[in-house]
C-alpha cells in the first residue's frame, strides 16, 4: 500500500497545501522550509498508532503539545487537518481515505480533541465522528478511532500501515558513542542510536542476507574494504558490526563501527532501512557524509531496491549530485515554497516553467534547485563586513 495524496491545514509551516506521492517521492525546498515538518506527518501518524501506546495525545506531547504543531499563520479556525488517501499501488483503483481534524477543548484543561474523523473505502464512508456516544461521552474525543483496537477493526489495515511506517535519519556520533552518551533513546529510535540492537534483532538469516548485500555495496563505495560481519562481545554481549579492510598483515584490518567514517555508517543505516520492510520508508538528506560519486547514483539504487519490494520512499534533500539523475520524473518532486506568508507545497508537474525544463532534459537538480535558494543570498557573504 502507497501514499497517494496528503492534504494538510494548519499543519506547522504549511497553512492549506495538497500534494500527490508517487511510489519514491523527492521533496525539496530551502532550509527551514518545511521539509522535516512533511516528513512528520507520516511519524505523527505513525505514533498514534503506536504498538506501545500512546496514541493522539502522547503524539501531540511528543512535539511539544498542540500549539507548537498547529500553523503560526493559522488565524481564524484554531484546528489541525490531515486528510490522507492510501491505494494498494499506484495504479489501483481501489483506496483508502483518513481524515483527522484536531482541536482543543474550549476551557479547562484545554487537551487536544477530535473534532473530526472520518473514513472511507473507496467512497463509501464507514467511519464519522462525531457521532452519538461522543456527543453522550465528550471524554471519547481525547482520543482517536485510529488507535483504538476495539474501534478501528473495520479499517484496522489502515492502522497497521502507519504503525508500520519506518524513519531512520542516523546520526553517526549516536552510534559510534552510544555507550559513553547513554542517553535516552526516543522511541523508534530515529536517530540510529540504538540501531545495532536492531540489526541483532533481526532474524539470523535474514540478517545475514541484508549484511551480505551491504557488504558488495560497500566493496564498491568504500575503498579496501573486504568484509562485513555481525559479531558480539564475549564479555559484554554488546552487539558490533566489523569490517575488514585490505592489510599487509593477514586478518589485522578488522575495525568495529566506532572505527567507521561516518559516511560508512550512514551507507550502511540506509542500505539497511532500504532492505528492512516493505512500509512506507522516510529518508532524511540521505546524502550527508557521502561522496558524491555515491550520491550521484543514490536515485537509481533507491528506484531499483523499491521496485523490487514494491515499497514507497519519500526523501527529503538539497543535493545537487543526487537530483542529477536524469530518470528522475517530474512526478516524483514534490516543491516547497516560502514565498508567501507561509509554506506551500506543490507538485513539480503542476509548475509550467521547471516541467518544461525537465521535460526538455534538464535534470530536477538543474530545473528546481535554483528556486530553493534564499533571495539574496549573494550577500551572506558580506554579513562580516
Given at each position: 500500500?502507497?501514499v497517494?495524496?496528503?492534504?494538510?491545514?494548519?499543519?506547522?509551516?504549511?497553512?492549506?497545501?495538497?500534494?500527490?506521492?508517487?511510489?519514491?517521492?523527492?521533496?525539496?525546498?530551502?532550509?527551514?522550509?518545511?521539509?522535516?515538518?512533511?516528513?512528520?506527518?507520516?511519524?505523527?501518524?505513525?505514533?498514534?498508532?503506536?504498538?506501545?501506546?500512546?496514541?493522539?495525545?502522547?503524539?501531540?506531547?511528543?512535539?511539544?503539545?498542540?500549539?507548537?504543531?498547529?500553523?503560526?499563520?493559522?488565524?481564524?479556525?484554531?484546528?489541525?487537518?490531515?486528510?490522507?488517501?492510501?491505494?494498494?499501488?499506484?495504479?489501483?483503483?481501489?483506496?483508502?481515505?483518513?481524515?483527522?481534524?484536531?482541536?482543543?477543548?474550549?476551557?479547562?484543561?484545554?487537551?487536544?480533541?477530535?473534532?473530526?474523523?472520518?473514513?472511507y473505502?473507496?467512497?463509501?464512508?464507514?467511519?464519522?465522528?462525531?457521532?452519538?456516544?461522543d456527543?453522550?461521552?465528550?471524554?471519547?474525543?481525547?482520543?482517536?478511532?485510529?488507535?483504538?483496537?476495539?474501534?478501528?477493526?473495520?479499517?484496522?489495515?489502515?492502522?497497521?500501515?502507519?504503525?508500520?511506517?519506518?524513519?531512520?535519519?542516523?546520526?553517526?556520533?549516536?552510534?559510534?558513542?552510544?555507550?559513553?552518551?547513554?542517553?535516552?533513546?526516543?522511541?523508534?529510535?530515529?536517530?540510529?542510536?540504538?540501531?545495532?540492537?536492531?540489526?541483532?534483532?533481526?532474524?539470523?538469516?535474514?540478517?545475514?542476507?541484508?549484511?551480505?548485500?551491504?557488504?558488495?555495496?560497500?566493496?564498491?563505495?568504500?575503498?579496501?574494504?573486504?568484509?562485513?560481519?555481525?559479531?558480539?562481545?564475549e564479555?559484554?554481549?554488546?552487539?558490533?558490526?566489523?569490517?575488514?579492510?585490505?592489510?599487509?598483515?593477514?586478518?589485522?584490518?578488522?575495525q568495529?563501527?566506532?572505527?567507521?567514517?561516518?559516511?560508512?555508517?550512514?551507507?550502511?543505516?540506509?542500505?539497511?532501512?532500504?532492505?528492512?520492510?516493505?512500509?512506507?520508508?522516510?529518508?532524511?538528506?540521505?546524502?550527508?557524509?557521502?561522496?558524491?560519486?555515491?550520491?550521484?547514483?543514490?536515485?537509481?539504487?533507491?528506484?531499483?531496491?523499491?521496485?523490487?519490494?514494491?515499497?514507497?520512499?519519500?526523501?527529503?534533500?538539497?543535493?545537487?549530485?543526487?537530483?542529477?539523475?536524469?530518470?528522475?520524473?517530474?512526478?516524483?518532486?514534490?516543491?516547497?515554497?516560502?514565498?508567501?506568508e507561509?509554506?506551500?507545497?506543490?507538485?513539480?508537474?503542476?509548475?509550467?516553467e521547471?516541467?518544461?525544463?525537465?521535460?526538455?532534459?534538464?535534470?530536477?537538480?538543474?530545473?528546481?534547485?535554483?528556486?530553493?535558494?534564499?533571495?539574496?543570498i549573494?550577500?551572506?557573504?558580506?554579513?562580516?563586513?
Amino acid at each position: 500500500m502507497i501514499v497517494s495524496s496528503l492534504k494538510l491545514r494548519n499543519w506547522r509551516n504549511f497553512r492549506s497545501s495538497e500534494i500527490s506521492l508517487s511510489q519514491r517521492t523527492f521533496v525539496l525546498g530551502a532550509n527551514a522550509a518545511g521539509k522535516s515538518n512533511l516528513l512528520d506527518v507520516f511519524r505523527f501518524l505513525r505514533d498514534i498508532c503506536s504498538s506501545q501506546g500512546g496514541g493522539l495525545q502522547s503524539a501531540l506531547q511528543l512535539r511539544g503539545g498542540f500549539s507548537k504543531v498547529r500553523c503560526l499563520s493559522a488565524r481564524q479556525r484554531p484546528y489541525i487537518e490531515i486528510d490522507i488517501t492510501l491505494k494498494a499501488s499506484s495504479d489501483s483503483e481501489d483506496s483508502w481515505r483518513y481524515r483527522l481534524s484536531i482541536t482543543q477543548e474550549p476551557r479547562g484543561f484545554r487537551r487536544p480533541i477530535v473534532e473530526r474523523e472520518e473514513v472511507y473505502k473507496n467512497d463509501e464512508r464507514i467511519l464519522k465522528r462525531p457521532n452519538a456516544d461522543d456527543d453522550a461521552d465528550p471524554e471519547r474525543l481525547i482520543q482517536t478511532h485510529l488507535e483504538q483496537v476495539n474501534d478501528n477493526v473495520k479499517f484496522r489495515e489502515i492502522s497497521r500501515f502507519f504503525g508500520a511506517i519506518t524513519y531512520l535519519h542516523l546520526v553517526p556520533q549516536l552510534l559510534r558513542y552510544a555507550d559513553a552518551i547513554s542517553g535516552r533513546i526516543i522511541e523508534t529510535d530515529p536517530f540510529g542510536q540504538g540501531f545495532l540492537e536492531r540489526v541483532a534483532k533481526t532474524p539470523e538469516r535474514s540478517q545475514k542476507s541484508r549484511l551480505k548485500r551491504i557488504e558488495a555495496a560497500l566493496k564498491i563505495a568504500v575503498p579496501n574494504l573486504r568484509e562485513l560481519k555481525f559479531e558480539r562481545d564475549e564479555a559484554t554481549g554488546r552487539p558490533h558490526l566489523a569490517a575488514l579492510y585490505e592489510h599487509w598483515r593477514p586478518n589485522a584490518g578488522w575495525q568495529q563501527e566506532d572505527q567507521f567514517s561516518d559516511g560508512t555508517l550512514r551507507l550502511i543505516g540506509l542500505l539497511w532501512a532500504l532492505l528492512e520492510d516493505e512500509s512506507l520508508l522516510l529518508l532524511e538528506e540521505p546524502e550527508l557524509s557521502l561522496n558524491s560519486g555515491i550520491v550521484q547514483q543514490m536515485a537509481p539504487l533507491i528506484y531499483r531496491m523499491q521496485r523490487q519490494r514494491r515499497r514507497q520512499v519519500i526523501l527529503s534533500t538539497h543535493s545537487v549530485d543526487l537530483l542529477s539523475d536524469k530518470g528522475i520524473a517530474p512526478e516524483e518532486v514534490v516543491l516547497l515554497d516560502t514565498s508567501g506568508e507561509s509554506t506551500q507545497a506543490v507538485n513539480l508537474s503542476d509548475l509550467d516553467e521547471p516541467y518544461s525544463l525537465v521535460k526538455a532534459g534538464f535534470s530536477v537538480g538543474e530545473a528546481v534547485l535554483p528556486k530553493t535558494i534564499p533571495r539574496q543570498i549573494e550577500l551572506f557573504s558580506t554579513v562580516s563586513d
